[in-house]
């Protein structure tokens, strides 16, 4: 565990969600590695906080799938695995597809224009170094779909697999080598919106979240 492991201060927040966010950045940075114990007492004695706010991020990380107990072991950081990935992504491929074919016919002309700027805020973040605000986008473009559905059930869902889906969207966005055909993706979807092809749109989806598959189990691979 690393030792300059600080809390991300936040007055505005409960200290719980302050110590859950601190461990979580640290775990999507790599900072926190799969596989390392997440010691309730030690982690206390680094973050300057008592056991009760660690035992209640640690609990939030599971939900998430970031952390997972083990009996007779304790908590540790998830590992990345192939098949993981594939059941989260399996569900979000079927329902992104949902979305995108409800969408087509319920989108409005301002909702239009409001994913072509977030496709451009998108394209503009992947120019700097940020990976946390070019996630944001790449989250913000689909959300703006998903907004657009108007089917409240739909985006809940989509919003309850949203962190489980992070975790891989950080490491697919980690290679600045997917920029060029992530921006290329986003563009023919939002075409297909504007046409109003529903069969583009459902396809240009698919193909999207599957080439995320493709690039990510090829990450957890190399790091197995």
Do not use: W
């Not at 600080?6 to 940075?29: F, M």
């Not at 114990?37 to 009760?52: C, D, F, I």
């Amino acid at each position: 565990m690393r030792d300059d492991l600080q809390l991300e201060v936040n007055a505005y927040l409960p200290l719980r969600d302050v110590v859950y966010n601190t461990l979580r950045e640290a775990i999507l940075k790599g900072e926190l590695k799969p596989g390392e114990r997440l010691m309730e007492l030690q982690l206390a004695s680094k973050l300057g906080v008592s056991r009760t706010p660690i035992r209640e991020a640690i609990r939030m990380l599971e939900l998430e799938g970031l952390a997972v107990t083990i009996p007779r072991k304790g908590a540790e950081v998830a590992k990345m695995t192939v098949k993981d990935m594939e059941d989260v992504l399996e569900v979000r491929e079927a329902l992104d597809e949902l979305a995108a074919k409800i969408a087509c016919n319920k989108i409005t002309e301002e909702q239009l224009q409001t994913l072509s700027k977030v496709k451009d805020a998108f394209e503009e973040s992947t120019k700097t170094t940020d990976i946390k605000q070019i996630a944001m986008y790449d989250e913000k473009f689909h959300d703006v779909i998903y907004e657009s559905t108007g089917n409240v059930r739909l985006v809940n869902l989509l919003n309850n697999l949203r962190e489980q889906i992070y975790r891989y969207r950080v490491e697919y966005l980690k290679n600045v080598e997917v920029y060029p055909r992530l921006i290329e993706e986003h563009e023919t979807i939002l075409k297909a919106l504007q046409d109003r092809n529903q069969e583009l749109v459902v396809e240009a989806m698919r193909d999207h979240v599957e080439n995320q598959a493709t690039a990510v189990t090829q990450i957890i691979r190399t790091q197995q």
